[in-house]
């Protein structure tokens, strides 16, 4: 366990590496001056300033040693050139926690119902219940989240008047966001789960414990689900990051100050310290939260063993 864990660390600063390299080059290759917007008017003594200020009157191999040497050495992200004294660590420290909250609620809230439904279509089946869920697994699939966030405006606030439209700092604020950035992920785990649990459903010991007269909650629970489980858990590790980045629309519709906004933002300013932050928090949330999937694998399912051919 030891040496495969020591193994997927080296495969994941590896990983992190080349993630943070291709986004610094391709960053770069994109014309135009990232301090345009601050600079324009400027005199041209000052406009040298901030060009040495920020290090980009460096060659760009210099930059990039820069930064990874103070990524590597002090975990520093950079100034962000469209909030000059603002940095990257700061903007992140701050910011990542409110897009957290939405993106936990929303994964929390697809992932329970999600469940839920795919069980209860799984065990109807071919009936009307079955095609309900799938026809709301269509949907959800379909729709972008910023329709369905579209949507929950114009009926819960507009119409109805029980949520708030955009804001933030009460319960109230996070409901309809969750809603919207959440509804594809019931849709993407009802439909796996109604499929591992036919699978499993159909397997000779389900079919012995059935005909036992066991009832059909032990059997979800003590049995299918166990098993059934097993392609969510896959799934779950990659959606831990994806929240994140799914929630960078979901906060521009609701203006919600998350760290989706200032990634946004970053991208029409140019501002490459933020989209560079933004990049490696992701990235090490990705790899990490894939990491733990693979350890959770051995702890669901003792079936399954770490191979390691180190």
Known sequence: MIKYTIKRFIYMII?????????????HAIPGDPLASEGRNLPTQQRENLYEKYGLNKPLSTQYVIFMKNLILKFDLGESYSYPGVTVNSIIKEKAPVSGIIGGEALLFGVVIGIVLGIIAAFKKGTGIDYVVMFIAIIGVTLPSFVVATLLQYFFTVKLRLFPTTGWGEMKHTV?????????????????????????????????????????????????????????????????????TGTFIIENIFSIPGIGRYFVSSITNRDYPVILGTTVFVAVLFIISVFVVDILYGLIDPRVKIIDKM
Request: hydrophobic content about 55%.
């Open 15 to 27: 990983t992190l590496f080349v993630i943070v390299t291709l986004t610094f080059v391709i960053m």
């Open 176 to 244: 309809l966001p969750a809603i919207a950035l959440g509804f594809g992920q019931i849709a993407i785990y009802a439909r796996f789960m109604r499929n591992s649990c036919i699978e499993v459903i159909n397997q000779d010991y389900i079919l012995t414990a059935d005909a036992k007269g066991t009832s059909n909650i032990k059997l979800v629970t003590k049995h299918i689900l166990r098993n059934a489980i097993m392609p969510i858990v896959t799934m779950f590790g990659p959606a831990i990051a994806s929240v994140f």
